[in-house]
Nanobody
Framework: QVQLVESGGGLVRQGESLRLSCVAS????????MGWFRQAPGEERELVAT???????KYANSVRGRFRISRDNAKNTLSMEMNMLKPEDTAVYYC????????????????WGQGTQVTVSS
């Protein structure tokens, strides 16, 4: 089993930045891909960004150029820098991990964190 714990969410104004972090523990050698997903009230969970153990990345069109995902395999951490935040970025952000290769499908992820709230005011 893998455990994931997110941190770094908060309340910011439009145009400001946040950095999210996720620490993985447990059976970490099982992890190939890690990613960030988000869910706004009344909406479906959606992809934000994913990254493989080798560093290959994918981004949602809505965040490309503003957000940057990274990971430190030695420290067992996943991070995402979020810049030029917009009110539409407001959501609960979830860290996820998968045994599979790079994928954008949430059903392909095996472990999930509890989520961290990001709120962007206008």
């Amino acid at each position: 089993q893998v455990q994931l714990v997110e941190s770094g969410g908060g309340l910011v104004r439009q145009g400001e930045s946040l950095r999210l972090s996720c620490v993985a523990s447990g059976r970490r050698l099982s992890i190939n891909t890690m990613g960030w997903f988000r869910q706004a009230p009344g909406e479906e969970r959606e992809l934000v960004a994913t990254i493989t153990s080798g560093g290959a990345t994918k981004y949602a069109n809505s965040v490309r150029g503003r957000f940057r995902i990274s990971r430190d395999n030695a420290k067992n951490t996943l991070s995402m820098e979020m810049n030029m935040l917009k009110p539409e970025d407001t959501a609960v952000y979830y860290c996820a991990a998968s045994v599979h290769s790079l994928t954008t499908a949430p059903e392909m992820y095996d472990w999930w964190g509890q989520g961290t709230q990001v709120t962007v005011s206008s």
